[in-house]
């Protein structure tokens, strides 16, 4: 069986919503499957949810489906994450 590969942040930038979901819902599996934690899985636990909360924002996500059922256009899922905002990081 091939190691897991992790999620890095630089790499999540690169990616659209849409590429990184299949990636997010594969890593979630792999920490959910993992029984005991090392302190290096705990700190990847966390880098991972970092990354999670800031490039996959539930409430844009909402707004882009919105968006196009009112017929207005939205790029959100297709634009690379490190190019889109999102609000929570402004507000820091």
């Known amino acids: 069986m091939a190691r897991f ?3 890095t942040d630089d790499e999540a930038r ?3 919503p849409r590429e990184l979901l299949p990636r997010v819902e594969a890593e979630q599996a792999y ?3 993992k029984k005991i934690r090392t302190d290096e899985d705990r700190a990847a636990a ?3 949810s970092r ?3 800031t490039y996959l924002d539930p409430g844009r996500q909402i707004q882009a489906v919105t968006n196009l059922i009112e017929g207005r256009p939205d790029d ?3 634009r690379p994450c490190g190019e889109t905002t999102n609000p929570r990081q402004e507000a820091s």
Do not use: G, N, P, V
């Open 31 to 33: 920490w959910a499957r």
């Open 14 to 16: 690169t990616l659209t």
């Open 5 to 7: 590969k992790r999620l």
């Open 46 to 48: 966390r880098e991972f």
């Open 51 to 53: 990354i999670l909360f």
């Open 76 to 78: 959100y899922m297709d």
